[in-house]
């Protein structure tokens, strides 16, 4: 006679380690610390001051960028000067839309605001507003 050899019942473990899960966690924790300042987008400037009105928000249009190097952005995509006005009339028409925002680092030589301005004017663009910064009342 064949004996078969005997079977243990299997019993199911409910404990679940945390330790692990822990460290998984708190190295995607250090991760996203680290990484969420690098996700800012936009170009730091420098903007003047004025006290003019403050537009609303929701004004839609291209933004042209001009920062303290001299360095000319469209939607916050470097472009050569010499392409400028193709690379905005192309930018214009993916946005539909006929307005430009021009913002400016207040160090840049105002020579170079108004030929960035003649360029957009040349280009047959009329709708053009100057970004600034608000001047708080205690300033």
Known sequence: MLRRPRQRPYNSVADINIANLVDVVLVLLII???SAPLLQSGIEV???VTRAAVLNEEATG?????DEKGGIFINDVWTRLEN???ALQQEMAVKNT???YLRGDS??????????????K????????LVTAHEE???
């Open 32 to 34: 996203f610390m680290i």
């Open 46 to 48: 420098d903007l003047p």
């Open 62 to 66: 291209v933004v042209v960028t001009i």
């Open 84 to 86: 400028f006005e193709s």
């Open 98 to 100: 006929q307005s430009v």
């Open 107 to 120: 160090t840049i030589a105002y020579g170079m605001a108004i030929g960035v301005i003649g360029r957009m």
């Open 122 to 129: 040349d280009a047959g663009i009329d709708l053009i507003g």
């Open 137 to 139: 009342n205690g300033r």
